[in-house]
């Protein structure tokens, strides 16, 4: 079975990608989702997050605290720390997924985080793909579709990686300049590239 990373900043278009392949056949571990997921229903997670964060962290009704760990990790600079917390116990989610995926036959898993490269190329990944746009689309869509301002848009782009400068790690890159449709195409001919044949 091979493991697929798919990457790309904010509003980049790896989602669609990832909702292309899932349409054909592919398992796609949404690792943002799952991180979110893991520190509501994960105890020793929870703990961790408590320790670091204080027992702000979560409401009285057991719900993450988003405000207050936005205010502590995000604007007080303790943004690495968060994810030193959280990203292993992800990391072992996908292995886990990537077991059953494997038990039921299937011979190819996806895991799509805009946190991909920031520690150079994953070891357990066998094929990495970037999804690159200009920033000006990127901001258009995200506006679009959650309706923020353009500077908040910004302020997320100028905290990310600049993924034109992360190319060598990648196996494959999708341009998303075009119109919806082209990038479903090239999602599916990149699918049909990197699927195992056998
Ligand atoms: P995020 O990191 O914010 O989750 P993402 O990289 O996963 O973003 P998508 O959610 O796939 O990006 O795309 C962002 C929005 O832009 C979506 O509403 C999507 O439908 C739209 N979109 C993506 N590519 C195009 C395109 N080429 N033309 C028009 N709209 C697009």
Known sequence: MIKVGITG???SGKSTVCKEWEKLGAVVFYADDVARELMVSEPALRQKLTDAF???TYKADGSLNKAHLIE???KKGRVQELNAIVHPEVGRAF????EEVADEGKNL???EAALLLNKGRPYDLDVVVIVLSESK???NRVVQRDGVTREEVQTRIEKQPDFDQLLHLADYTIVNNGSLDQLKIKASELYQKVIPSD
């Open 9 to 11: 900043g904010i509003g």
């Open 72 to 74: 502590e990790a995000f």
């Open 95 to 98: 292995q886990k997924k990537s």
């Open 137 to 139: 689309n990127r901001i």
């Open 109 to 111: 898993i996806v895991k």
């Open 54 to 56: 204080g027992p702000k």
